[in-house]
């Protein structure tokens, strides 16, 4: 709490902002439980009463070190599959959260959220899968089946080293540019409304950043790739923000995608041309 006070000098009036502290009178986990893969890493939401009180002080715990760890900032770090409570203490308060840790999937048959089956790892080279679920994969434009390099230099599966403009005028992805393994395809943009709407947050997988989605244990990764630019194939906000092609076109020379940053997740539209990473779904 903040209080003014006004002292006199003489003739001279000084008005100073005094700081009160509060006395705490609780502390909370967001929720008492929660799930954490191997290898991820994020910060713990707590709460203390009142608002006003400062969360300076907190002593952080785990009851098994060798499943989860904590930083003294309440940063959690899944380790081996198990589980692990998680203790925030200060003063005569504690809270606590027991969290399950496990093996996020890399399997080639995918992971089923709300009835849609999901690829685990990103589209690489055409027609095939990323080697880990945080790896970056190729970038693509809309309806296209060209692979573009999601680091620079700028290359292509196709030895272009410059930046395609062309659009192609499909409402759809069209079958014959389809760039996911066979079996799977570019998911609709009711499929990424769908994954949108199961929980999601902010994280790290062994360092790279992105967005967890899915429900417990049944949860897919997506990096946070960044994107190329519609114009000249520039690439921008790698490794904070990522960008996901849905199969669907909007208007005459722009497409649907998933899009989430540090402040936003949800779908767009940009320009056909811009270069974006791909989740397959299942067919």
């Known amino acids: 709490m903040f209080k003014k006070i006004k002292i006199f000098l003489g003739v001279i009036c000084l008005t100073l902002t005094v700081t009160s502290c509060e006395k705490i009178t609780g502390i ?42 904590v930083s003294n900032k309440g940063v959690v770090k899944g380790l081996a599959v198990g589980t692990s409570i998680i203790t925030a203490r200060i003063k005569d308060y504690t809270a606590t959260c027991t969290i399950t840790v496990y093996e996020l999937s890399t399997s080639d048959d995918g992971v089923e959220i709300d009835g849609v089956v999901w690829a685990t790892r990103n589209i690489d080279a055409p027609n095939t899968f990323a080697a880990k679920p945080e790896s970056a994969g190729k970038f693509y434009q809309f309806n296209k089946n060209v692979a573009w390099s999601s680091t620079d230099p700028l290359t292509a599966s196709n030895g272009a080293v410059v930046w395609d403009n062309v659009i192609i005028n499909f409402n759809t992805w069209q079958a014959e540019n389809e760039v996911s393994p066979d079996g799977w395809r570019v998911p609709s943009l009711d499929q990424i409304k769908s994954l949108l709407g199961t929980p999601h947050r902010l994280t790290k997988i062994n360092g790279i950043f992105g967005q967890m989605f899915g429900n417990e244990n049944k949860t897919i990764f997506l990096p946070a790739v960044g994107f190329r630019y519609e ?25 649907c995608y998933l899009y989430f940053g540090s402040n936003e997740t949800d779908w767009y539209y940009r320009t056909q041309t811009n270069g974006y990473s791909v989740r397959s779904v299942k067919k």
């Open 28 to 69: 909370l986990f967001e929720t008492p439980s929660t799930y954490l893969a191997v290898g991820e890493e994020y910060a713990l939401d707590i709460t203390i009463s009142p608002k006003s009180a400062t969360g300076k002080g907190i002593v952080w715990s785990s009851s098994d070190n060798s499943k989860v760890s």
């Open 231 to 255: 114009t000249d194939g520039t690439l921008y906000y790698s490794g904070e923000a990522g960008g996901y092609w849905a199969n669907e076109r909007s208007g005459t020379s722009a497409a």
